[in-house]
């Protein structure tokens, strides 16, 4: 560890003073448990080309951080890119300053400098790291942030992470620019070409047809970006990741949605798994053979490998779109064959089927709600805007009292599905479009369409927290409030 930070600074030849942001325990205590993680530039290949593209590693060169219930998240955040950045520790549930959300919950890190955390590592699950600053997401600024359940531990199954990301050889800010250039109405016709599969024929630098949320004939609006490639671990499916598993065996997929604008669909083929958890949190279990996973969404399924023991491809088809990713189940001495990185259907448009269908297995503690927000997201036809209206009132933050049952109705506007995310809670789901049900605990609540969803959180984390729609371009275009304590400071 003290060798490569030495190699840090040696590489920006300045001298790191970073922020300790967090209560400082004895030294011996964090010299102990406290891991460090670095962002960097790596180079992965994508189509046979190198692609230079930022990551976040550890000195030993494991990606993320991988914790067991109990722990505490004690990290040292070393920024090795010549970019201020930083890391958004999603799904967890620290305290404000530490939710790593530069000019919200902190400072950016500069170049060359780092900052510590330290909080209870809760709660457990499966949950992710990604930069919240401009547009790096897109630069695959991301990795696993699991802490381990007790009873995942317990079960002795074996456990295989797989993210899933969205791959553009274009620079993400010229992305952005794309779909914000004012568009010609008689270009708004093949809005829903992503719903074919046949989203070729776009513009020349690889984009669909952006900001048509209300496209003439009432279609939907799947994806804004024609992506190059879908990466699995950084990989395509000309050369998956393959994991040894045992013939027959179970094993437990912790799959996280980290690309920055595309929604999937988990395929298991044959096999039937058994959903145990939703963006971390235990649900009822509830078999399935494909899932719905919106952007920044976990599921952790249990499968089995078959008896017969064949291989076992886990692949994540994009919105709309026949090209997919994935990962393969081997047991020891399985075949694997190529899987096409075109399927020869297109996944369908995620809806709230499956959704309605999940029950929290912890739901929240039964009681009055104190205060309904109305938050409608809404989108103009002309340029890329989006946006959040709080109480009627566009950007206006929600305000809460520490103590209180809050309860967040939103109702979409627009014609592009929009996968929402407050930071810093765990809400449940309540509602959807009029059916009351007790859901599943989550951090991101896909609001499709012409749909109003209800949620529910207790004010139980004081401070200032981010409440955007994930998909980074809306997000970058104004899909982002914020929750507020009274009083926080
Ligand atoms: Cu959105």
């Not at 669909?265 to 509830?286: A, K, R, S």
């Not at 014609?415 to 509602?431: K, V, Y």
């Not at 004010?459 to 009083?487: E, I, K, Q, S």
């Amino acid at each position: 560890m003290h060798l490569s930070r030495r190699s840090l600074l040696a590489a920006t030849g300045s001298l790191a003073t970073g922020m300790a942001l967090a209560p400082q325990p004895s030294r011996v205590a964090r010299a102990a448990g406290r891991k460090t993680l670095r962002l960097i530039n790596r180079v992965i290949e994508v189509d046979g080309k190198p692609a230079t593209r930022y990551g976040a590693f550890q000195p030993s060169g494991a990606w993320g951080i991988t914790l067991d219930e109990g722990d505490t998240f004690d990290v040292r955040l070393e920024n090795g890119l010549d970019v201020l950045s930083g890391l958004h520790w999603h799904g967890l549930n620290p305290p404000w300053r530490q939710d790593g959300v530069p000019y919200i919950s902190g400072p950016p890190i500069a170049p060359g400098k780092f900052t510590d955390y330290s909080f209870p590592a809760l709660p457990a699950g499966t949950r992710w790291m990604h930069s919240h600053f401009g547009l790096q997401e897109q630069n695959l600024l991301a990795a696993p942030l699991i802490v381990r359940e007790r009873s995942a531990i317990e079960s002795g199954l074996q456990e295989v992470v797989v993210l899933l990301e969205d791959f553009s050889w274009t620079k993400p800010r010229q992305i952005f620019e794309e779909l914000r250039k004012p568009k010609p109405m008689a270009a708004m016709g093949n809005m829903s070409g992503g719903m074919t599969g046949s989203v070729t024929g776009m513009s020349r630098s690889g984009m669909n047809m952006p900001g048509m949320n209300m496209p003439p004939g009432g279609g939907m609006d799947l994806n804004d970006v024609t992506y190059d490639a879908f990466l699995a671990n950084d990989r395509t499916l000309a050369d998956p990741q393959v994991f040894d598993v045992e013939k027959g065996a179970g094993v437990r997929l912790r799959i996280i949605n980290a690309a920055a604008s595309t929604n999937f669909m988990i395929e298991l083929g044959n096999v039937e798994g058994t959903v145990l958890t939703v963006d971390g949190n235990p649900v009822v279990p509830l078999k399935v053979r494909q899932f719905p996973l919106a952007i920044a969404q976990r599921v952790d399924i249990a499968v089995r490998l078959p008896a017969d023991g064949s291989a076992l491809p886990v692949l994540a088809r994009g919105e709309g779109l026949a090209k997919q990713t994935g990962v393969v189940l081997r047991p020891r001495g399985a075949p694997v064959t190529k899987i096409a990185e075109t399927a020869e259907v297109a996944a369908p448009a995620l809806g709230l089927m499956d959704e309605m269908k999940l029950r929290a297995a912890q739901p929240l503690p039964s009681r009055r709600i104190d205060r309904s927000v109305p938050v409608d997201l809404t989108g103009t036809m002309s340029g890329y805007v989006w946006g959040m209206a709080v109480h009627g009132m566009e950007a206006v933050p929600v305000g809460v009292e520490k103590g209180e049952r809050v309860e967040l109705v939103m109702r979409n506007t627009t014609m592009m599905a929009h996968p929402m995310h407050l930071h810093g809670h765990s809400f449940q789901i309540t509602e959807i479009n009029g059916q009351a049900f007790a859901g599943a605990v989550r951090d991101v609540v896909l609001v499709p369409p012409r749909t109003t969803v209800k949620v529910v959180f207790d004010a139980d984390n004081p401070g200032l927290w981010a409440y955007h729609c994930h998909n980074l371009y809306h997000m970058a275009a104004g899909m982002f409030a914020t929750v507020v304590y009274r009083g926080f400071n």
